[in-house]
Nanobody, 116 residues
Framework: QVQLVESGGGLVQPGGSLRLSCAAS????????MGWYRQTPEKQRALVAT???????NYADSVKGRFTISRDNARNTVYLQMNSLKPEDTAVYYC??????????WGQGTQVTVSS
């Protein structure tokens, strides 16, 4: 059974850092792309960052220079290092994985709250 397990959300003060992780398991196919998206009650789910199997990355303009996405291919795990966090980064963050058979799966979501 395909499964994504997210961890690392929480409450942090403005200017602080958090690291999210997402581990994928249960598929016999290789992972083509892993990524992070975020959603608030006011906005639709939107791209934060993605990383392809070859390592190429893509970031939303709002997080460039502050967030870094990385992956451990041996562990099928993707990370999102978030630095210089702002209140507008507050959202539920979702992991997404795309496998080479075109199957995709979302994680359960993890809350990130940036507040003093």
């Amino acid at each position: 059974q395909v499964q994504l397990v997210e961890s690392g959300g929480g409450l942090v003060q403005p200017g602080g850092s958090l690291r999210l992780s997402c581990a994928a398991s249960g598929s016999s196919y290789s992972i083509a792309r892993m990524g992070w998206y975020r959603q608030t009650p006011e906005k639709q789910r939107a791209l934060v960052a993605t990383i392809a199997s070859g390592g190429s990355t893509n970031y939303a303009d709002s997080v460039k220079g502050r967030f870094t996405i990385s992956r451990d291919n041996a562990r099928n795990t993707v990370y999102l290092q978030m630095n210089s966090l702002k209140p507008e980064d507050t959202a539920v963050y979702y992991c997404n994985v795309l496998w080479t058979n075109a199957a995709t799966r979302w994680g359960q979501g993890t809350q990130v709250t940036v507040s003093s």
